[in-house]
């Protein structure tokens, strides 16, 4: 079984690989950035670094009220930010991998997501800890 962070995106439960996260904070200013792509809300300065925010609702095509934390990962790309809701908790849960990505997901979810599961009778997505940029190139 995998340690995965799991957290909320609207009515969505997500998760991520523990290992994966650096930490999770308080949602801190954001400036946007000029030209960057919709699902990017900016940067954010987080332990003296410019770390992009992603915004986890609209990368799954969700609504969702404003962020009540911010989960870091730091992946080969250099850190990152998920703008999210509340963190649920840290559980030992396994990817369904017998049922394939839902065919409705967007493009982007479909990057960001890399498996789904079940946790407590609900659907879970698996994100990726790289926010699915290294999947979109």
Do not use: Y
């Not at 609207?10 to 200013?29: F, M, N, Q, S």
């Amino acid at each position: 079984m995998n340690r995965e962070l799991i957290f909320s995106v609207g009515d969505l439960l997500c998760a991520l690989p523990l290992d994966d996260v650096v930490e999770t904070i308080r949602p801190l200013p954001v400036q946007p950035v000029a030209g960057s792509a919709d699902a990017l809300l900016g940067v954010a300065v987080i332990r003296g670094l410019a770390v992009p925010v992603v915004d986890t609702a609209r990368l799954l095509g969700v609504d969702a009220p404003p962020a009540r934390r911010f989960i870091t990962t730091n992946p080969a790309g250099g850190p990152l930010a998920f703008a999210a809701g509340a963190v649920v908790g840290v559980c030992e849960v396994e990817p369904d991998d017998s049922r394939p990505l839902p065919p409705m997901l967007g493009a982007d979810a479909v990057r960001l997501v890399s498996a789904v599961g079940v946790l407590d009778s609900r659907p879970l997505l698996f994100v990726r800890s790289d926010g699915g940029v290294r999947a979109a190139a």
